[in-house]
């Protein structure tokens, strides 16, 4: 049921996401789903949970391969665009799950531990690559993680071109940051 939510969702935006709609894409009972899932709140939840954890598993997986390379550039780079790409192919559900759930304090608190575990891999890919610990500041990675956020929010809310005119790849837009990133630490 949730493979079917997520495609009507894909699909068919948030109007789309009935229970009836769910209950007939996944070919099953309207039993099936209350017993499942209480009522569509509970549906909404899950799907929550879900998205968050194919987040957080994606880029825990690009925090590996990039603290594989062996310069802080290549890390980071790698780091970035793969974030860029798995927050531009999941704009739309990001995009549905900020707006309908802003107001659930519970799910806010799931998103903000996943923004803040993908800092603690910007701070762990960092300081990796530092020749000692005193080396890592994390007052200057706060503003890095914030810019970050930023550029992220981007992505759901506009397309490329929309902030000023100018269409920009997310591997130029990695390559950018990254340059960023390391002239301000």
């Known amino acids: ?89 999941h704009r739309d559900t990001l995009h549905f799950h900020m707006i309908h759930n802003a107001h659930d304090e519970n799910m806010r608190s799931q998103g903000n531990e996943l923004t803040r575990g993908a800092f603690a891999l910007i701070v762990e890919i960092v300081g990796t690559h530092a020749k000692q610990e005193s080396d890592v500041d994390l007052d200057k990675l706060d503003l890095v993680g914030r810019a970050l956020f930023g550029l992220l929010l981007e992505i759901v809310l506009f397309d490329s071109h929309e902030v000023n005119g100018r269409h920009v790849a997310d591997e130029e837009r990695a390559e950018r940051f990254t340059d960023m990133v390391l002239a301000y630490l």
């Open 1 to 89: 049921m949730l493979v079917a939510a997520e495609e009507l969702l894909r699909l068919g935006g948030a109007d789309a996401l009935t229970v009836e709609a769910v209950v007939e894409r996944a070919g099953t009972s309207t039993g099936s789903f209350y017993a499942r899932f209480g009522n569509r709140r509970g549906l909404l939840v899950a799907m929550h949970e879900r998205f968050l954890e194919t987040l957080d598993a994606t880029w825990r997986r690009a925090a590996n391969d990039a603290l594989a390379q062996s310069t802080l550039r290549d890390s980071l780079r790698l780091f970035l665009g793969a974030v860029f790409v798995a927050v531009r192919r």
